[in-house]
């Protein structure tokens, strides 16, 4: 049964990355700090599909004896074939978004420069960090290690998802292998959360959704954030640096004339 369900969860994750890019791509202007001209910034209600339906779920399983049975399923085939746990989800979770400042590190250029993908990062992070938090507070789901009352939803999930949508958004004009990589590894830091038995299924899921829409959203809001900030000097520098270890919540703003 897990198998099939995590099987199901990577298939759901490739086809979102592999989700086709309606503009056509031009060509980037002057340097690569100017932002292509496409759909990236762009509302589309039919983006909002794929995230919604994976917090729906997670949503529903919390009342749900159905849901909450496969739940259960799950749990107890991990505890019956899995003896040693494997802590690599608390490194994972962050691969996906620090391969995009690998990548432009290597040379090979992203969508946007440093500071305006630190910023739409952190716009990123701190959204989802606000949601997990907000909603593990009013929840108060019990882990399946009995370890805590926090389980809903997945924060090292939604980490690698809001992750792995980063790196897809600045990568997909170069190739979109770039993205799949990025949900694969995603999804793996999920599978590993029940792995380890710290999640349920319906955590794992609403934490991948909710971190791919909070990446969108900083993707929309974006262009309203520079167009405000416009006016700059040019020898200004400004960089965005969000934390989240799991119980507390910070971001970090620096400027410099």
């Not at 949503?59 to 746990?85: P, Q, T």
């Amino acid at each position: 049964m897990f198998k099939t369900i995590l099987f199901s969860i990577i298939s759901i994750a490739t086809l979102h990355a592999q989700e086709p890019n309606e503009s056509e791509q031009t060509k980037q202007i002057k340097s690569d700090s100017i932002l292509k001209k496409d759909n990236t910034h762009k509302f589309k209600f039919k983006q909002l599909i794929i995230p919604s339906v994976l917090i729906g779920y997670g949503v529903i399983g919390i009342e749900s004896d159905g849901l909450k049975f496969i739940n259960s399923g799950i749990k107890e085939e991990v505890n019956e074939n899995i003896d040693e746990k494997i802590t690599i989800d608390d490194f994972s979770q962050y691969a996906p978004a620090l391969s995009v400042y690998g990548l432009n590190a290597l040379g090979i250029k992203g969508k946007h420069n440093f500071k305006d993908r630190t910023i739409i990062l952190g716009t990123s992070y701190l959204l989802m960090s606000v949601t997990v938090l907000s909603l593990k507070s009013i929840t108060k789901v019990e882990r399946p290690d009995g370890s805590s009352f926090n389980s809903f939803p997945s924060g090292h999930t939604a980490t690698a998802f809001a992750g792995a949508e980063f790196l897809w958004q600045e990568y997909k004009d170069v190739s979109i292998w770039y993205g799949i990589s990025g949900y694969i590894i995603a999804t793996g830091t999920g599978a590993f959360r029940i792995y380890n038995d710290k999640h349920w299924l319906t955590d794992v899921v609403a934490g991948a959704g909710i971190g791919i829409l909070s990446t969108k959203i900083a993707y929309w809001i974006n262009p309203g954030f520079k167009k405000k900030y416009s006016n700059q000097t040019k020898n200004s520098m400004s960089a965005i640096a969000p934390f989240y270890n799991g119980k507390q919540l910070g971001i970090g703003f620096i400027k410099t004339f």
